[in-house]
Each structure stands twice: as structure tokens, then as C-alpha cells.
């Protein structure tokens, strides 16, 4: 038995091994996927290093532990005091409670738009009329855009999540 099919058997059992609980979560056909590229980076790695073929070798770079690759609830426990506040959300103001705090709407769309603009007019320099494969520098440049863009429209709804928790707490 080759050690392709043991690492696939190994992936197919770990969805019923009860030390990888998460696994029965994923897809089998992506978990397979994942296990046949991770397999064959290996091996095209070691087979670059028995040729001594020159300069780098391919060494395989596998997903660091920071994306979220399965849907988890989270549950936080809140003793109540008895403290109980009014909030009145607002236009002028993210909200008021009953308190007389006032928190003010952030206004992060009005705050980044001289990035924006920055950001818009180099990939408008770098994008060639009429030429169909475009630069690198074009591609980077809107990668650059878009993140901005993504990054500006999260920020109200990661506000409101952090304004609430602190809140309640």
C-alpha cells in the first residue's frame, strides 16, 4: 500500500476519530482535496531535493492557524446586577442611553476617502487603455483598492459589535 492511499485513509477515519471533532464539520471532498495537495507538495518537495535541482526546492507552505475554517458558536455567560439602561440610537449620535452617555457616530467612510482617492488614482495611472493583459502593478494596485474598500465597509458593523459588548459588560 503506497503512502498516498494511508494519508487518505487517515483523512477519510479522521472524521470519525474523536480527537478531530471538527473534521466531521468539513466537506469530504474538500477535506480529501486539501489532503491530496498537501501530499503532493511533499513529494514534489523531496523529489526537487534528490535531483539537487538548483536554487529553491519548493519547500511547502501550508494556511497559518488564523482563518476561521469552521462556523463555531460562541457563548458568553453575563451575571445581570440589576443595572438596567435605556438606548436611544440615533442619526447625530451612534446612541444615547439613559444615562447621558453619548456616543458618537464614527464617520469611517468620511475619515479614509483621502486614502480612497490615493489609492483610486494609482490604479487609474497604472490601468492601460485598450491592452488586454495588464501589469503587475495594475493587479497590485487594485488588490490594494479592494482591500481598502473591504476594510471601510466592516468597520461600522466591528463598531457596533465592540460598542455593544462593552455595553453589556
Known amino acids: 500500500m503506497s503512502n498516498a492511499t494511508t494519508y487518505k485513509s487517515f483523512v477519510h477515519n479522521a472524521a470519525k476519530d474523536s480527537n478531530f471533532p471538527w473534521a466531521k464539520k468539513l466537506n469530504s471532498q ?28 519548493g519547500y511547502p507552505k501550508f494556511k497559518k492557524f488564523t482563518r476561521f475554517l469552521v462556523n ?22 451612534f446612541y444615547t442611553d439613559s444615562n447621558g452617555d453619548v456616543v458618537e457616530n464614527p464617520q469611517y467612510l468620511r475619515k479614509s476617502e483621502k486614502r480612497l482617492k490615493k489609492l483610486q488614482r494609482r490604479v487609474s495611472r497604472r490601468h492601460k487603455k485598450g491592452k488586454k493583459p495588464q501589469s503587475n502593478n495594475y493587479h ?21 459589535v465592540k460598542t455593544a459588548r462593552a455595553l453589556i459588560q
Open 140 to 160: 497590485k494596485a487594485r488588490i490594494q483598492l479592494a482591500r481598502a474598500n473591504l476594510k471601510i465597509s466592516r468597520q461600522p458593523k466591528d463598531h457596533a
Open 72 to 93: 463555531v458558536e460562541r457563548k458568553e455567560t453575563h451575571n445581570f446586577e440589576g443595572n438596567v439602561v435605556g438606548i436611544d440610537l440615533g442619526l447625530n449620535a
Open 30 to 57: 474538500a477535506r480529501l482535496a486539501s489532503a491530496d495537495r498537501a501530499w503532493q507538495s511533499i513529494q514534489r518537495f523531496y523529489k526537487n531535493c534528490r535531483l539537487k535541482l538548483p536554487g529553491k526546492k
